[in-house]
């Protein structure tokens, strides 16, 4: 097993709110992806693939502005919608890593909160160890 699957095998079962994981190269191809067996895919992959190709060039554009502005290293992208948070972060040059989770309103709050926590320190966690499978 190479090192992006074993990535995705590792964030899947880190996580039963991580819908659907996947590797892409910057230019948007999807290389490997991972699919909990009980979910459904809301969006389809062609759009999730046009979505990747976007994000391979916001990163760019993310990683001039961390130089320029000396902000530090970009490390994440979340876009949160209703039902689902959809995650994108390099992996290294040349591939990304994109996740959708759940963002079902957390039932103990008296009002609807959608701000379901995504563990980006645990997921970048995992990435970093994985990248020191090169």
Request: proline share 2%; hydrophobic share 40%.
């Amino acid at each position: 097993m190479g090192r992006y699957e074993k990535l995705l095998n590792m964030l899947m079962d880190f996580d039963n709110s991580i819908r659907f994981a996947a590797i892409s190269s910057t230019s948007g191809e999807i290389l490997w992806h991972s699919k909990r067996d009980d979910t459904k895919i809301m969006v389809p992959l062609s759009e999730t693939k046009k979505t990747l190709q976007r994000e391979g060039s916001d990163w760019v554009d993310r990683c001039k502005l961390e130089e320029k502005n000396n902000l530090g290293r970009a490390m994440y992208h979340i876009a949160s919608f209703e039902k689902i948070k959809r995650i994108t972060m390099p992996i290294d040059a040349f591939h990304l890593l994109f996740i959708s989770v759940d963002n079902t309103p957390l039932k103990k709050s008296k009002r609807k909160s959608y701000g379901r926590l995504v563990e980006m320190g645990k997921i970048l966690s995992i990435v970093d160890f994985v990248n020191t499978f090169e």
